[in-house]
Nanobody, 122 residues
Framework: VQLQASGGGLVQPGGSLRLSCAAS????????VGWFRQAPGKKREGVSC????????WYDDSVKGRFTISRDRAKNIVYLQMNSLKPEDTAVYYC????????????????WGQGTQVTVSS
């Protein structure tokens, strides 16, 4: 089971990025998938999660209306489209997956990707 996160980078405030989380070794669609982020000196926090079978999604209040999580089942990839980015969105973003996770809480997720840096700055 491997997860590969990509798509991070440097973007100006108000800009957009799309993060990708590619899975190998298992069928992503059978698992809950979450995006988490960790800024320097802060705890890892849930950003957005999607349950199995394109079920319910969850977003942290700080990203509602700006971020969208989605699946591409054919490619075994989960995306996080991030629009209207703010400096406070700067962090390392991680994708994670778990067969039974019911909440967007890091402690519930077993499999983790390596993280991708997102920096929002002018």
């Amino acid at each position: 089971v491997q997860l590969q996160a990509s798509g991070g980078g440097l973007v100006q405030p108000g800009g957009s990025l799309r993060l990708s989380c590619a899975a190998s070794g298992f069928t992503f669609g059978d698992y809950a998938v979450g995006w988490f982020r960790q800024a320097p000196g802060k705890k890892r926090e849930g950003v957005s999660c999607i349950s199995t079978a394109n079920g319910p999604t969850w977003y942290d209040d700080s990203v509602k209306g700006r971020f969208t999580i989605s699946r591409d089942r054919a490619k075994n990839i989960v995306y996080l489209q991030m629009n209207s980015l703010k400096p406070e969105d700067t962090a390392v973003y991680y994708c994670a997956s778990d067969y039974t996770a019911a909440m967007c809480y890091a402690g519930e997720y077993e499999y983790w990707g390596q993280g991708t840096q997102v920096t929002v700055s002018s």
